[in-house]
C-alpha cells in the first residue's frame, strides 16, 4: 500500500512539475522514491521540456547552401503558343542541328555548418561536388559565394570558406565516440528548400554499415533527415555537433544516418591545408568470418579481418603478413569485423607505424607495420567472368569442375603458368550453393590442399568425409575470398 502510494504520488509531482515548466521540481524527494525502488534513478535526470532554446542558440551558425551546374546536351523545347506554323520546321532544324549551343543549369541544395569564424563551413562532399557555383545564405538572409578548400570523395566530407565582415557564429564540435542509442539528438537544416527546419529524435544505433562507403560507420537516427539536410549537423544536447547528417534509408521511415563527427574532425587539418586526405593502405584483401570459416579455422569465434590476398610490394607484404591470416587489433583498436579495419587503416596517416595482432593457425602473433599511402594501391580490379561450361554429373561436393583455359586465365589477372580448376557448374540445392559457390569460380585450395590440376582437385576431395568442414580458397572474376560449409 505504501509503494503505491508512493508511486501515485511521485506521478502526480511529474506532471505538476510539467506543467510549471520545471522537470525537476518534485513534491517528494529522490531518497524517498530510491527507498521504495519503484523507479530508476536515471529517471528523474533532468531533461528539457523544450528544444526551443537550443535551437535558438546554435541556429545561427547552421547554413542553407545552394550549387549550380552548367550541363550541355539535351534537346530545347520550342514554345508553341498556337498552332503550328511554317516557322516550326526552321527552328526545329535550327536547335537540333546544334547550330546555337543547348546549355541547361542544373541545381541543387543542401546543408552546411560554420566551425570557425573565418568562415570555413563543414558539409558534405557530395552537396558541392563538380558545382560550378557554390552560394551559402546564413539564418540572418547575409548571402555569400563560397569556394571549396578541401573535399574527400570516400568519406563524402567537404571543407568550403566565404569571405565576410566581422566575426561569424560557429558550432562547437563535441565526441561522437561518447554517444549512446537513446540519447537525444537534434538536426538543423533545409529539408527540401525549407530553411532552418528543426527535427529531434534519438540515437537509434551506432556503428552502421549500409554501403556508403569505405570508410563509413554511421550513427543511426530517427530525427527525421530529408534531401536538403545533406550537410547539416547533427546536435548533442550540450549544443555540440555530433554527426553530418548525410543520406536516409530510402526504404524506410523515419531512418536517417549521420556521419560521426569524430571523423571528420581528425580529417580537418589536412583538408584545410592540403585540399585533400591521404587515406592510409595496408595493401590486403579481406572479408567477414562466418560460423563455418571460423570452424574449419579452428577459431573460437567469428571476430576479425580474414586476409585472403596480399598485395605484392605493399606494406602488409613487407611486413610479413600472409593470406589466411585473421587481424583482431589494429593499432590498439579492436578488429570484429573488416569494416573495423577498414576504417582505422584509413584513418592512419601513411608513413605512420602500427602494431597489427593477428591469429596464424590458431596462434596469436603481433609485428610492426608501417601505413604506405593508399594513391600506390594498384588500379580497381575489374570482374572477369570465365565462361561456364553446364555439362556433366556434380561430385561429392556438388560441382561440375574443369581445367581452366589459357584464355581464362589471361582474364584473371594472374601469371602466365597459372594452372587451376575452374567451377563448370553448381548442383542446385547442394551445401556448396548455400556457401555461395559459383560457376566460373576458380578453385586454388580446398582445406589448404594446392589445387592447379584434376588430379589435384580428386585427390584433394577422396580425403574429405560426409559431415566434414570443407574450406575452399577462389578466385572469383580479380578478387579472392574463402568459402566454407559442411559437407
Known amino acids: 500500500m505504501k509503494k503505491m502510494t508512493l508511486v501515485m504520488m511521485a506521478a502526480l509531482a511529474l506532471l505538476v512539475s510539467a506543467v510549471a515548466g520545471d522537470a525537476c521540481a518534485l513534491a ?32 545561427p551558425a547552421v547554413v542553407n547552401i545552394s550549387t549550380s551546374k552548367k550541363m550541355r546536351g539535351g534537346g530545347m523545347a520550342i514554345p508553341r503558343f498556337g498552332p503550328r506554323d511554317p516557322f516550326d ?21 543542401g546543408s552546411g555548418f560554420i566551425i570557425d569564424r573565418d568562415g570555413t563551413i563543414l558539409t558534405n562532399n557530395h552537396v ?43 558550432v562547437a564540435l563535441g565526441n561522437s565516440k561518447t554517444l549512446r542509442p537513446g540519447d537525444w539528438v537534434m538536426a538543423i537544416g533545409n529539408p527540401f528548400g525549407l530553411e532552418h527546419t528543426v527535427t529531434v529524435g534519438v540515437v537509434s544505433a551506432k556503428g552502421r554499415v549500409i554501403g556508403g562507403g569505405p570508410y563509413a560507420r554511421f550513427i543511426q537516427t530517427d530525427a527525421s533527415i530529408n534531401p536538403g539536410n545533406s550537410g547539416g549537423p547533427l546536435f548533442n544536447l550540450k549544443g555540440e555537433v555530433i554527426g553530418i547528417n548525410t543520406m536516409i534509408y530510402a526504404a524506410g521511415q523515419g531512418i536517417g544516418f549521420a556521419i560521426p563527427i569524430d571523423m571528420a574532425t581528425s580529417m580537418l587539418p589536412e583538408l584545410i591545408s592540403k585540399g585533400s586526405f591521404s587515406h592510409g593502405w595496408l595493401g590486403v ?8 570459416l571460423a570452424r574449419s579455422f579452428n577459431l573460437k569465434d567469428e571476430k576479425g579481418a580474414l586476409i585472403t590476398e596480399v598485395f605484392g610490394g605493399s606494406p602488409a607484404a613487407e611486413a610479413g603478413l600472409r593470406r589466411g591470416d585473421v587481424i583482431v587489433k589494429f593499432d590498439g583498436e579492436k578488429v570484429d569485423d573488416p569494416m573495423d579495419l577498414s576504417v582505422a587503416v584509413g584513418q592512419t596517416k601513411p608513413g605512420a607505424e602500427a602494431k597489427v595482432k593477428f591469429l596464424r593457425s590458431g596462434e596469436e602473433k603481433e609485428l610492426t607495420v608501417k601505413i604506405g599511402t593508399q594513391d600506390k594501391a594498384t588500379a580497381e580490379r575489374g570482374k572477369v567472368e570465365p565462361s561456364p561450361w553446364s555439362r556433366g554429373k556434380a561430385d561429392m561436393l556438388g560441382l561440375v569442375v574443369r581445367e581452366i583455359t589459357p584464355e581464362e586465365a589471361r582474364g584473371l589477372d594472374v601469371p602466365e603458368n597459372f594452372r587451376g580448376v575452374v567451377v563448370s557448374r553448381v548442383e542446385p540445392g547442394s551445401s556448396v550453393e548455400s556457401a555461395d559457390v559459383r560457376s566460373g569460380d576458380v578453385i586454388l585450395e580446398i582445406n589448404g590442399d594446392r589445387i592447379q590440376t584434376m588430379e589435384d582437385y580428386a585427390k584433394a576431395t577422396e580425403k574429405l568425409k560426409e559431415g566434414q568442414m570443407v574450406r575452399l580458397f577462389i578466385k572469383r572474376g580479380r578478387s579472392s575470398i574463402y568459402l566454407a560449409f559442411k559437407l
Open 128 to 170: 558541392v561536388s563538380q558545382a560550378d557555383q557554390i552560394e551559402v545564405v546564413l539564418s540572418d538572409g547575409r548571402k555569400f559565394k563560397a569556394e571549396v578548400v578541401g573535399r574527400d570523395e570516400k568519406t563524402d566530407i567537404a571543407v568550403i570558406r566565404i569571405k565576410a565582415d566581422g566575426d561569424l557564429p560557429v
Open 89 to 109: 520546321d526552321f527552328f526545329e532544324r535550327f536547335f537540333d542541328q546544334g547550330m546555337v549551343p543547348r546549355e541547361q543549369v542544373q541545381h541543387s541544395l
Open 28 to 59: 517528494i524527494s529522490r531518497a524517498e522514491v530510491e527507498a521504495g525502488a519503484l523507479v530508476p534513478a536515471s529517471w528523474f535526470k533532468a531533461e528539457p521540456m523544450s528544444f526551443a532554446d537550443l535551437a535558438e542558440r546554435v541556429e
Open 285 to 292: 584483401a579481406i572479408q567477414t568470418i562466418t560460423p563455418e
